[in-house]
Protein backbone atom coordinates (compact mmCIF):
# COMPACT_ATOMS: atom_id res chain seq x y z
CA UNK A 1 0.00 0.00 0.00
CA UNK A 2 1.05 3.85 -0.48
CA UNK A 3 2.15 6.13 2.86
CA UNK A 4 -0.98 6.52 4.30
CA UNK A 5 -1.95 10.65 4.64
CA UNK A 6 -1.09 10.59 8.44
CA UNK A 7 2.60 9.16 8.36
CA UNK A 8 3.13 12.48 5.65
CA UNK A 9 1.94 15.00 7.84
CA UNK A 10 3.10 13.04 11.30
CA UNK A 11 6.86 13.86 9.62
CA UNK A 12 6.54 16.84 8.49
CA UNK A 13 4.62 18.44 11.46
CA UNK A 14 7.22 16.44 13.83
CA UNK A 15 10.21 17.95 11.94
CA UNK A 16 9.30 20.93 10.28
CA UNK A 17 11.62 22.67 12.93
CA UNK A 18 14.49 20.16 11.69
CA UNK A 19 15.95 20.43 8.71
CA UNK A 20 15.15 18.97 5.29
CA UNK A 21 17.57 16.10 5.44
CA UNK A 22 15.89 14.69 8.76
CA UNK A 23 12.72 14.37 6.55
CA UNK A 24 14.81 12.02 4.21
CA UNK A 25 16.63 10.08 6.29
CA UNK A 26 13.26 8.93 8.12
CA UNK A 27 11.86 8.45 5.06
CA UNK A 28 14.91 6.33 3.80
CA UNK A 29 14.99 4.04 7.02
CA UNK A 30 11.31 3.40 6.30
CA UNK A 31 12.33 2.04 2.70
CA UNK A 32 15.05 0.00 4.35
CA UNK A 33 12.19 -1.74 7.09
CA UNK A 34 10.19 -2.70 4.50
CA UNK A 35 12.83 -4.08 2.24
CA UNK A 36 14.67 -6.26 5.36
CA UNK A 37 13.36 -8.11 8.02
CA UNK A 38 15.28 -6.66 10.61
CA UNK A 39 18.35 -4.69 10.89
CA UNK A 40 20.14 -3.12 13.78
CA UNK A 41 20.63 0.48 14.85
CA UNK A 42 24.32 0.46 14.15
CA UNK A 43 23.34 -0.52 10.54
CA UNK A 44 21.46 2.22 10.20
CA UNK A 45 23.99 4.69 11.72
CA UNK A 46 26.79 3.99 9.48
CA UNK A 47 24.39 3.85 6.64
CA UNK A 48 22.81 7.55 7.41
CA UNK A 49 26.37 8.92 8.57
CA UNK A 50 24.88 9.82 11.59
CA UNK A 51 25.05 8.97 15.74
CA UNK A 52 22.95 5.51 17.06
CA UNK A 53 21.41 8.42 19.42
CA UNK A 54 20.07 10.08 16.58
CA UNK A 55 18.95 6.48 15.08
CA UNK A 56 16.99 6.19 18.33
CA UNK A 57 15.08 9.70 18.14
CA UNK A 58 14.27 8.77 14.28
CA UNK A 59 12.58 5.59 15.61
CA UNK A 60 10.41 7.80 18.21
CA UNK A 61 9.36 10.05 15.44
CA UNK A 62 8.37 6.83 13.06
CA UNK A 63 6.50 5.60 16.20
CA UNK A 64 4.84 9.07 17.07
CA UNK A 65 3.74 9.21 13.29
CA UNK A 66 1.46 5.76 13.63
CA UNK A 67 4.39 3.51 11.73
CA UNK A 68 4.30 -0.07 13.47
CA UNK A 69 7.61 -0.26 14.43
CA UNK A 70 9.11 -3.09 17.05
CA UNK A 71 12.54 -3.11 18.64
CA UNK A 72 14.49 -5.97 20.22
CA UNK A 73 17.09 -6.38 22.76
CA UNK A 74 19.69 -9.45 22.67
CA UNK A 75 21.78 -10.83 20.04
CA UNK A 76 19.45 -10.96 17.44
CA UNK A 77 18.00 -7.99 18.31
CA UNK A 78 17.44 -5.03 16.00
CA UNK A 79 14.34 -2.82 14.58
CA UNK A 80 11.35 -4.27 12.65
CA UNK A 81 7.92 -3.06 10.73
CA UNK A 82 4.94 -5.28 10.57
CA UNK A 83 4.99 -7.87 8.52
CA UNK A 84 1.25 -6.27 7.49
CA UNK A 85 3.07 -3.15 6.83
CA UNK A 86 4.16 -3.34 2.99
CA UNK A 87 4.41 -1.18 0.06
CA UNK A 88 3.32 -3.12 -3.07
CA UNK A 89 6.25 -2.66 -5.83
CA UNK A 90 4.47 -4.36 -8.31
CA UNK A 91 4.28 -0.92 -10.52
CA UNK A 92 8.27 -1.01 -11.73
CA UNK A 93 9.52 -4.53 -13.32
CA UNK A 94 13.07 -6.11 -12.53
CA UNK A 95 14.24 -4.76 -15.98
CA UNK A 96 13.11 -0.79 -15.29
CA UNK A 97 14.84 -1.35 -11.92
CA UNK A 98 18.21 -2.49 -12.73
CA UNK A 99 18.02 0.78 -15.10
CA UNK A 100 17.25 2.89 -12.69
CA UNK A 101 19.86 1.52 -10.05
CA UNK A 102 22.78 1.25 -13.33
CA UNK A 103 21.72 5.36 -13.18
CA UNK A 104 22.42 6.06 -10.24
CA UNK A 105 25.61 4.05 -9.93
CA UNK A 106 26.50 5.71 -12.59
CA UNK A 107 25.67 9.33 -10.70
CA UNK A 108 27.55 7.63 -7.52
CA UNK A 109 31.33 6.76 -9.46
CA UNK A 110 31.66 11.21 -8.99
CA UNK A 111 29.50 12.03 -6.71
CA UNK A 112 31.80 13.45 -3.63
CA UNK A 113 29.00 12.07 -0.97
CA UNK A 114 26.69 9.11 -0.27
CA UNK A 115 23.99 10.09 -1.69
CA UNK A 116 22.95 7.76 -4.81
CA UNK A 117 24.66 4.83 -2.30
CA UNK A 118 21.62 5.59 0.10
CA UNK A 119 19.14 5.87 -2.68
CA UNK A 120 19.96 2.79 -4.25
CA UNK A 121 19.62 1.18 -0.95
CA UNK A 122 16.17 2.48 -0.61
CA UNK A 123 15.62 1.26 -4.30
CA UNK A 124 17.16 -2.39 -3.77
CA UNK A 125 14.44 -5.24 -3.56
CA UNK A 126 15.14 -8.37 -2.06
CA UNK A 127 11.86 -9.77 -2.48
CA UNK A 128 11.53 -12.76 -4.14
CA UNK A 129 8.39 -10.79 -6.24
CA UNK A 130 10.75 -8.32 -7.26
CA UNK A 131 14.47 -10.16 -8.66
CA UNK A 132 16.81 -7.32 -9.43
CA UNK A 133 19.60 -9.09 -11.68
CA UNK A 134 23.17 -8.24 -11.73
CA UNK A 135 23.50 -5.13 -14.80
CA UNK A 136 25.56 -6.18 -17.79
CA UNK A 137 26.28 -2.51 -18.15
CA UNK A 138 29.00 -0.37 -16.05
CA UNK A 139 29.06 3.42 -16.38
CA UNK A 140 31.79 5.21 -14.58
CA UNK A 141 31.34 9.08 -15.11
CA UNK A 142 34.52 9.61 -12.96
CA UNK A 143 37.86 10.92 -14.40
CA UNK A 144 41.48 11.50 -13.74
CA UNK A 145 40.13 15.00 -11.90
CA UNK A 146 37.62 13.51 -9.64
CA UNK A 147 39.25 14.17 -6.39
CA UNK A 148 38.90 18.01 -7.39
CA UNK A 149 35.62 17.71 -9.72
CA UNK A 150 33.29 16.14 -7.23
CA UNK A 151 33.49 19.15 -4.64
CA UNK A 152 32.54 21.49 -7.63
CA UNK A 153 29.72 19.69 -8.95
CA UNK A 154 28.55 19.65 -4.82
CA UNK A 155 28.75 22.58 -4.77
CA UNK A 156 27.04 23.74 -8.39
CA UNK A 157 24.05 21.14 -7.43
CA UNK A 158 23.57 22.72 -4.05
CA UNK A 159 23.29 26.35 -5.78
CA UNK A 160 20.93 25.03 -8.28
CA UNK A 161 18.57 23.84 -5.58
CA UNK A 162 19.03 26.72 -3.50
CA UNK A 163 19.01 29.29 -6.50
CA UNK A 164 21.80 30.68 -5.79
CA UNK A 165 24.28 32.31 -8.31
CA UNK A 166 28.25 31.20 -8.12
CA UNK A 167 30.84 32.92 -9.63
CA UNK A 168 34.24 31.64 -10.48
CA UNK A 169 37.76 32.29 -12.54
CA UNK A 170 37.45 30.65 -15.70
CA UNK A 171 40.44 29.89 -17.98
CA UNK A 172 39.29 29.68 -21.96
CA UNK A 173 41.44 30.10 -24.99
CA UNK A 174 40.27 33.45 -25.07
CA UNK A 175 41.83 34.32 -22.13
CA UNK A 176 40.64 34.23 -18.16
CA UNK A 177 37.66 36.21 -16.94
CA UNK A 178 35.93 36.04 -13.55
CA UNK A 179 32.13 34.93 -14.19
CA UNK A 180 29.17 35.06 -11.94
CA UNK A 181 26.31 32.58 -13.55
CA UNK A 182 22.75 31.36 -12.33
CA UNK A 183 23.25 27.70 -12.57
CA UNK A 184 20.59 25.61 -14.17
CA UNK A 185 21.90 22.29 -14.92
CA UNK A 186 24.98 20.09 -14.78
CA UNK A 187 25.80 18.44 -18.06
CA UNK A 188 28.69 15.37 -18.77
CA UNK A 189 29.01 15.35 -22.15
CA UNK A 190 31.81 15.00 -24.77
CA UNK A 191 33.51 12.74 -21.72
CA UNK A 192 33.48 16.02 -19.66
CA UNK A 193 31.29 18.12 -16.64
CA UNK A 194 29.71 21.18 -17.89
CA UNK A 195 27.65 24.03 -15.81
CA UNK A 196 24.92 25.46 -18.19
CA UNK A 197 23.53 28.72 -17.07
CA UNK A 198 22.86 32.43 -17.35
CA UNK A 199 25.91 34.38 -17.32
CA UNK A 200 25.36 37.27 -15.92
CA UNK A 201 28.04 39.14 -18.52
CA UNK A 202 27.38 37.69 -21.80
CA UNK A 203 23.60 38.36 -20.66
CA UNK A 204 23.12 34.21 -21.89
CA UNK A 205 23.26 30.85 -21.53
CA UNK A 206 26.68 29.55 -21.67
CA UNK A 207 27.76 26.11 -20.98
CA UNK A 208 31.37 26.33 -18.67
CA UNK A 209 33.68 23.61 -18.65
CA UNK A 210 34.27 22.34 -14.50
CA UNK A 211 37.78 21.59 -15.47
CA UNK A 212 38.66 25.07 -16.27
CA UNK A 213 36.67 26.53 -12.99
CA UNK A 214 39.04 27.73 -10.51
CA UNK A 215 37.80 29.47 -7.13
CA UNK A 216 34.20 28.25 -7.48
CA UNK A 217 32.27 29.42 -4.56
CA UNK A 218 28.26 29.96 -4.12
CA UNK A 219 27.60 33.97 -3.53
CA UNK A 220 24.60 32.98 -1.61
CA UNK A 221 22.91 35.61 -3.57
CA UNK A 222 19.61 34.45 -4.54
CA UNK A 223 18.10 34.43 -8.23
CA UNK A 224 14.80 34.10 -9.94
CA UNK A 225 14.27 30.89 -12.42
CA UNK A 226 13.16 31.97 -15.91
CA UNK A 227 11.24 30.40 -18.65
CA UNK A 228 14.04 28.07 -20.21
CA UNK A 229 14.86 27.42 -23.57
CA UNK A 230 15.49 24.35 -24.91
CA UNK A 231 18.62 22.43 -23.74
CA UNK A 232 20.48 21.21 -27.34
CA UNK A 233 23.63 20.95 -26.97
CA UNK A 234 25.43 19.65 -29.87
CA UNK A 235 28.76 18.82 -30.66
CA UNK A 236 29.03 22.23 -33.32
CA UNK A 237 27.42 24.54 -30.62
CA UNK A 238 30.67 24.51 -28.77
CA UNK A 239 33.38 23.18 -31.83
CA UNK A 240 31.81 24.85 -34.98
CA UNK A 241 33.53 23.32 -38.25
CA UNK A 242 34.63 26.54 -39.57
CA UNK A 243 36.96 24.71 -42.24
CA UNK A 244 37.65 21.03 -44.20
CA UNK A 245 40.99 19.50 -43.62
CA UNK A 246 42.87 16.66 -46.21
CA UNK A 247 45.41 14.76 -44.53
CA UNK A 248 47.33 11.44 -45.62
CA UNK A 249 48.10 9.41 -42.55
CA UNK A 250 50.09 6.15 -42.16
CA UNK A 251 48.10 2.90 -41.54
CA UNK A 252 49.72 3.03 -37.61
CA UNK A 253 47.20 5.51 -36.52
CA UNK A 254 44.31 4.64 -38.09
CA UNK A 255 43.02 3.37 -34.40
CA UNK A 256 43.26 6.95 -33.78
CA UNK A 257 40.61 8.20 -36.98
CA UNK A 258 38.33 5.30 -36.23
CA UNK A 259 38.14 6.57 -32.52
CA UNK A 260 38.08 10.05 -32.73
CA UNK A 261 36.02 10.48 -36.18
CA UNK A 262 34.60 7.43 -37.26
CA UNK A 263 35.04 4.94 -40.26
CA UNK A 264 34.00 7.31 -42.31
CA UNK A 265 36.47 10.23 -42.19
CA UNK A 266 39.19 7.60 -44.34
CA UNK A 267 39.39 6.12 -47.76
CA UNK A 268 42.39 3.37 -47.85
CA UNK A 269 44.66 3.86 -50.81
CA UNK A 270 46.66 1.75 -52.66
CA UNK A 271 49.52 2.09 -51.18
CA UNK A 272 48.22 1.16 -47.68
CA UNK A 273 47.96 4.70 -46.92
CA UNK A 274 45.09 6.61 -45.38
CA UNK A 275 43.50 10.20 -47.00
CA UNK A 276 41.49 11.68 -44.22
CA UNK A 277 38.66 14.19 -44.44
CA UNK A 278 37.39 15.94 -41.64
CA UNK A 279 36.17 19.48 -40.17
CA UNK A 280 37.74 21.45 -37.66
CA UNK A 281 37.01 24.16 -35.80
CA UNK A 282 40.33 26.89 -35.15
CA UNK A 283 43.91 26.60 -36.50
CA UNK A 284 45.53 25.48 -32.96
CA UNK A 285 42.75 22.57 -32.88
CA UNK A 286 44.11 21.05 -35.84
CA UNK A 287 47.89 22.25 -35.05
CA UNK A 288 47.65 20.58 -31.65
CA UNK A 289 46.20 17.53 -32.96
CA UNK A 290 48.41 17.12 -36.28
CA UNK A 291 51.30 17.34 -33.97
CA UNK A 292 50.02 14.33 -31.63
CA UNK A 293 50.46 12.31 -34.53
CA UNK A 294 53.77 12.79 -34.81
CA UNK A 295 55.59 11.80 -38.53
CA UNK A 296 52.47 9.39 -39.01
CA UNK A 297 50.62 12.49 -40.95
CA UNK A 298 50.69 15.12 -43.72
CA UNK A 299 48.79 17.56 -44.30
CA UNK A 300 47.49 18.81 -47.58
CA UNK A 301 44.87 20.75 -47.35
CA UNK A 302 44.27 24.10 -45.98
CA UNK A 303 47.17 24.35 -48.84
CA UNK A 304 47.99 28.19 -46.68
CA UNK A 305 48.82 25.79 -43.22
CA UNK A 306 51.03 23.78 -44.51
CA UNK A 307 53.81 26.60 -44.53
CA UNK A 308 52.68 27.87 -41.06
CA UNK A 309 53.07 24.19 -39.58
CA UNK A 310 56.62 24.11 -41.48
CA UNK A 311 57.43 27.10 -39.41
CA UNK A 312 55.69 25.78 -36.26
CA UNK A 313 57.57 22.28 -36.39
CA UNK A 314 60.77 24.53 -37.28
CA UNK A 315 60.45 26.26 -33.88
CA UNK A 316 60.33 23.07 -32.19
CA UNK A 317 63.32 21.55 -33.85
CA UNK A 318 65.24 24.92 -33.22
CA UNK A 319 64.14 25.02 -29.49
CA UNK A 320 65.44 21.62 -28.28
CA UNK A 321 68.18 21.07 -31.12
CA UNK A 322 69.44 24.25 -29.89
CA UNK A 323 69.28 23.09 -26.30
CA UNK A 324 71.16 19.50 -27.56
CA UNK A 325 73.66 21.63 -29.16
CA UNK A 326 74.21 23.49 -25.66
CA UNK A 327 74.61 20.16 -23.90
CA UNK A 328 76.98 18.55 -26.54
CA UNK A 329 79.39 21.99 -26.42
CA UNK A 330 79.37 21.93 -22.49
CA UNK A 331 80.04 17.92 -22.51
CA UNK A 332 82.87 18.39 -24.77
CA UNK A 333 84.25 21.35 -22.86
CA UNK A 334 84.21 19.28 -20.05
CA UNK A 335 85.99 16.77 -21.81
CA UNK A 336 88.96 18.52 -22.92
CA UNK A 337 89.14 19.88 -19.56
CA UNK A 338 89.67 16.54 -17.94
CA UNK A 339 92.65 15.59 -20.87
CA UNK A 340 94.38 18.79 -19.47
Not at 176 to 183: L, Y
Not at 207 to 213: E, H, P
Amino acid sequence: MAFPDPFCRGIIRISKKGPLMKIDRLIGILSILLQEEKVTASYLAETFEVSRRTISRDVEVLLRAGIPLATSQGQNGGISIMPAYRIDRTVLTSSEMQSILTGLRSLDSVAGTSRYQQLMKKLSLNQASMQVQESHIMIDLSSWYKSSLSPKIELIRGAIEASHSVNFHYYAPSGETERIIDPYLLVFQWSSWYVWGYCRQRKDFRMFKLNRIQELRDTGEHYEKLSLPPFECSPEDPYPVNFQVTAICGPEIKWRLIEEFGMDCFKEQEDGRLLFEAGFSSRENLFGWLLSMGDQIELIEPEEFREDMAELALEIYEKYAGKRKGRLLATSCKEGYNKM
